[in-house]
């Protein structure tokens, strides 16, 4: 298994540089690894009570904050998947009004929510875990997402990062 190191910042869209600048390491998989433990950690300091909290109106539930976060790796390990297998596919992630609030968190616990995300992040991991440095870096020419497989997995880490910040600094005060 290769070392994936950080990405050019010429692999990624202009917003990216913030979420991987989060990220500590020079390893995709240790990070991976490393965030996977954290996450859990957080997740499982988290009262019953508080799962349903929204620190503001319009803004999500702790559990809706963990359920976004495996809906978007799945789409980040899906469109590397397809990067690193040069299948050109055009999938660009919702936001703002955009995104569906509907996500089912109402129907679920954390504990079901943090299962599922540990999932998710496993198979990631092995995705991420058997591609080779060509794979990891293939972009389409004349396309302007600069997005690399490579770029998108670090992406993966840095956006839970974001969001597990944004849990302890407005949710659990």
């Known amino acids: 298994m290769i070392k994936i190191h950080r ?3 010429a692999d990624m869209p202009p917003w990216y ?3 991987i600048n989060l990220v500590n390491g020079d390893d995709l998989i240790d990070a991976l690894e490393e965030n996977k433990k954290e996450l859990m950690t957080l997740i499982n300091s988290i009262p019953y009570e508080a799962e349903e909290f929204s620190y503001a109106e319009d803004k999500w539930t702790i559990r809706q904050v963990f359920i976004h976060l495996a809906d978007d790796e799945r789409y980040y390990a899906y469109k590397a998947f397809s990067y690193s297998r040069q299948s050109d596919v055009f999938l660009e992630v919702p936001r703002g009004q955009s995104y569906s609030n509907d996500f089912n968190a109402a129907g679920r616990t954390l ?7 540990v999932s998710v992040r496993n198979a990631s991991i092995t995705l991420f875990s058997h591609m080779t440095n060509e794979m ?4 389409f020419p004349n396309q302007s997402d600069n997005y690399t ?6 992406m993966t880490v840095g956006h839970t990062i974001h969001h597990c910040n944004l849990v302890r600094e407005k949710y659990l005060i």
């Open 17 to 19: 540089p913030y979420f």
């Open 149 to 154: 497989a490579r770029s998108l997995g670090w």
């Open 111 to 117: 504990k079901d929510i943090c299962d599922e995300l």
């Open 136 to 139: 990891l870096d293939f972009k």
């Open 7 to 9: 990405p050019n910042l």
